[in-house]
T-cell receptor, first 115, second 115 residues
């Protein structure tokens, strides 16, 4: 059973508008949540993270929101740019048992930003 | 040199072949990882090494054999693979197991095709 879920495989947004990528998780023991971006033929690159004790973290055009009661996080990109077109992975870090520090990834959401 | 380098980038092998994937990190990190990315699946953690010691083996079949001679190098030895093992194999590193806040640095991946 997937502990980190990205239910939208793809998202298309017009340049300049807001992109909202969503992620749900099932395990309340995760201590950090992260977003990675992946271009074709490249490895994932870290984008932004949030501690489980926070509800918002902002870095330039990227903001991550965490709703612990709903076990939901989202990544907002404002304004969206064509260069943001990539696959975005949500990940959660375990902090329990023998798997401390391991990341569990969602399947990814492919974002297309149209000019 | 880029942070995490993987070779080869592409590999085609028969089911009876023996080959190896290589990963090298130039970031001074002490933890290294192998992840597998199959089509339409989340990134799956395979192995974790922290200070050259294997700390995680995520129920990976023995036809995959990792080796970590030092904190900068990680190998994945492959033998008698199956066609379903065809995937993108990603190496990553971090400062400490799980990184400071979960941040991993990924290589560009080795695309493996098993015929």
């Amino acid at each position: 059973d997937q502990q980190v879920k990205q239910n939208s495989p793809s998202l298309s947004v017009q340049e300049g508008r807001i992109s909202i990528l969503n992620c749900d998780y099932t395990n309340s023991m995760f201590d950090y949540f992260l977003w990675y971006k992946k271009y074709p033929a490249e490895g994932p690159t870290f984008l932004i993270s949030i501690s489980s004790i926070k509800d918002k973290n902002e870095d330039g055009r990227f903001t991550v929101f965490l709703n612990k009661s709903a076990k939901h996080l989202s990544l907002h990109i404002v304004p969206s740019q064509p260069g943001d077109s990539a696959v975005y992975f949500c990940a959660a870090r375990t902090n329990y048992g023998g798997s401390q520090g391991n990341l569990i990834f969602g399947k990814g959401t492919k974002l297309s930003v149209k000019p | 040199e880029t942070g995490v380098t993987q070779t080869p980038r592409h590999l085609v092998m028969g089911m009876t072949n023996k080959k190896s994937l290589k990963c090298e990190q130039h970031l001074g990190h002490n933890a290294m990882y192998w992840y597998k990315q199959s089509a339409k699946k989340p990134l799956e953690l395979m192995f974790v090494y922290n200070f050259k010691e294997q700390t995680e083996n995520n129920s990976v079949p023995s036809r995959f054999s990792p080796e970590c001679p030092n904190s900068s190098h990680l190998f994945l030895h492959l033998h008698t693979l199956q066609p379903e093992d065809s995937a993108l194999y990603l190496c990553a590193s971090s400062q400490g197991a799980g990184g400071y806040s979960g941040e991993l640095f990924f290589g560009e991946g080795s695309r493996l095709t098993v015929l």
